[in-house]
């Protein structure tokens, strides 16, 4: 069980952290940027469940829930990524993602996608609020995403593959999610491209 007892400890002072290992790193260092982002995502996921919390019906209900369960996922990826893999580390001493957890999110992906109004062009963020609070989330994750694989190419031993994974199905449900909020893609605001061009009459 974690205990938080100090908030401010001085030690970061000199533009270093520490890893769950207790190895010091520098603040901007690769590894401190992919969970800090998985953190930032948290932060956005937790605007999207309160939208949801405010909404009406079913589907916000549902995905309220899932948004929960979620948040709790990105801690525990936040804590794998936080703890370099070691050659020495035997199977279920560490806190790591499983595979079960992202066979989770993409059985949830499949359930809802099979619901939602056929796409003929790309979404643009917006719609409910809901749904572009999904959308920002998505967005962040994505970009936690990049970063976790930047690392992972650098450092292929110390970094789980299957955090990487997660964060991958995680986007894509967070889209489908979206739609979903949407009342299932009905309002959906679609991509038009060329749409703000100005045609000259001499065109």
Do not use: C
């Not at 690392?151 to 110390?158: C, D, F, G, I, S």
């Amino acid at each position: 069980m974690v205990r938080l007892t100090k908030i401010y400890t001085k030690t970061g002072d000199d533009g270093t952290t520490g890893l769950a290992t207790g190895q010091r790193v520098r603040k901007d260092d690769l590894r401190v940027e992919a969970y800090g982002t998985v953190d930032e995502a948290n932060a956005a996921i937790g605007l999207a469940v309160i939208a949801a919390d405010g909404g009406h019906g079913h589907a916000t209900t549902e995905i309220a829930a899932i948004l929960r369960l979620i948040q709790h996922d990105l801690f525990d990826l936040g804590a794998d990524l936080a703890t370099p893999i070691t050659k020495d580390e035997q199977p279920g001493t560490r806190l790591r993602i499983v595979g079960t957890q992202t066979t989770r999110l993409e059985e949830t992906i499949d359930k809802y996608n099979d619901t939602l109004k056929p796409l003929n062009s790309f979404v643009l963020p917006g719609g409910t609020p809901l749904a572009a609070s999904l959308h920002l989330a998505r967005t962040i994750v994505r970009r936690a995403e990049r970063i976790g694989v930047t690392l992972h190419a650098n450092e292929p031993e110390t970094v789980s593959g299957e955090a990487i994974r997660y964060l991958n199905r995680l986007s894509d449900l967070l889209f489908v999610l979206s739609r979903v909020a949407n009342d299932n893609g009905g309002k959906d605001v679609l991509w038009i491209p060329g749409k703000s061009r100005i045609t000259s009459p001499s065109a």
